[in-house]
């Protein structure tokens, strides 16, 4: 077997996750099975103890499940991972194995709708408080800190948004305070950003987007720095269930294989969209890392190897322009999530972001005018005829 450390990264991704087969298989197998055989009533004792690695049950741990989260924490240079049924498993045992009643919380305003409904609506019902600030600028965050508070979670880039938060500065701000610095990663995947290198404690995915990439599962996982980490998650995790199932690790291990090439294809393109964009008169605003007018352009440069396939934007014509051109794409699809192949074209205020308050919308900057697009990889011509075409009937 190969020792991948020293690879580039797109060899990790096809390398990775050191899985060894005895049959000598070239992609790891499917262990489709809920329970393992034990040698012995010794040997299954011993397994249940601790005192002896292998596995027992699929909900604490199956070796498909494992290969992914072994090739995802070595991609994102973490202690290790935890893969879990999707991304809303991962959010919300995150909070689960990391704090508790009478914590308090800090989050960036603009994250995804459910991983804040599940904090303000259901973990405040166990005694956990929290904030929501612009994170983009840091005394939002500084001011927010109590003497309870335990977790500063951030989204870069956000969803809705695109607003960048500066990692390596939050990571310093978590430090002083004694915070654990949570980052869903999810908008950039390993390929663009790396927040553990930057300081973070607990980095997250939506695997449903970029990680697997073929809008045709869902999935989330979570790499910790630490094992501590590592061991509270895990534990939590298995108590409350949300575990990635082996046929669904499978999917992700292959589409896995293609996120460089498939970002770096996309990426070209999404700059070029975001110019179309920026050029057309039915646009007021067109929020993409990689456009200079973008308020975080410099530091999306710092800490992110690309700016991405995200952009949202904002039509002169607010909500009734933005129906209309929804309305009227063909060959770009009119669906929530992001991150796949193919282009998506979604509005985040009636859909998204639909259960986040109306107040904390207009707070976070999630207008009933923005558009959110996801480019994918189709030829670039085409995405912008499309969106052309759409925006001319406005
Ligand atoms: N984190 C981020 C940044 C997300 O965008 C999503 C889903 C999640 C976590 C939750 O992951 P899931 O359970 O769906 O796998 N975002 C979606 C979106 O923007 N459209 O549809 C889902």
Request: hydrophobic share 40%; charged share 20%; aromatic share 6%.
């Amino acid at each position: 077997m190969t020792d991948t450390k020293n690879l580039g990264f797109n060899s990790k991704l096809i390398h990775g996750g050191g899985h060894h087969d005895e049959y000598g298989a070239a992609t790891v197998p499917i262990y489709q099975t809920s329970t393992f055989r034990f040698d012995s009533a010794e040997d299954g004792a011993a397994c249940f103890a601790g005192e002896k690695d292998g596995y027992v049950y699929t909900r604490i741990g199956n070796p498909t499940v494992s290969a992914l989260e072994r090739q995802v924490a070595e991609l994102e240079h973490g202690y290790g991972a935890v893969a879990f049924a999707s991304g809303m498993g991962a959010v919300s045992t995150v909070y689960m194995a990391y704090l508790n009643a009478g914590d308090h919380m800090i989050s960036s305003d603009a994250v995804y709708g459910a991983s804040r409904t599940m904090m303000e609506g259901h973990m405040s019902r166990f005694g956990v408080q929290s904030t929501y600030v612009k994170t983009e600028k840091l005394e939002n965050i500084k001011a927010a800190i109590r003497p309870n508070t335990k977790m500063l979670y951030i989204e870069t880039p956000a969803n809705p948004t695109m607003g960048i938060t500066d990692i390596e500065a939050c990571a310093k701000i978590a430090k002083e305070h004694n915070l654990l610095l949570v980052v869903d990663n999810t908008f950039c995947s390993p390929y663009l950003q790396n927040p553990l290198d930057l300081g973070a404690d607990v980095v997250l995915h939506s695997v449903t987007k970029f990680i697997n990439g073929h809008a045709d599962i869902v999935g989330g996982i979570v790499i910790t720095k630490t094992q501590e980490l590592y061991k509270q998650l895990h534990v939590m995790m298995l108590n409350l269930g949300g575990n990635m199932d082996p046929h669904q690790a499978y999917m992700v291990i292959r589409g896995l294989k293609t996120l460089g090439i498939r970002i770096d294809r996309a990426q070209e393109s999404a700059m070029k969209v975001a110019e179309f964009l920026e050029s057309h008169p039915q646009v007021a605003s067109v929020a993409y890392p990689g456009l200079k007018s973008h308020p975080q352009y410099e530091l999306a440069k710092k800490q992110m190897r690309g700016p991405g396939t995200m952009i949202s934007f904002e039509l002169k014509g607010g909500l009734e322009a933005g129906r209309k051109l929804m309305n009227n794409v063909k060959m770009c699809i009119l669906a929530v999530s992001l991150g796949g192949v193919e282009t998506l074209i979604q509005h985040p205020a009636s859909m998204t972001h639909s259960k986040v308050s109306a107040t904390a919308k207009a707070a976070a900057g999630i207008t009933d005018g923005l558009v959110r697009f996801s480019v994918g990889i189709e030829n670039v011509e085409d995405i912008i005829a499309d969106l052309k075409q759409a925006l001319d009937k406005i």
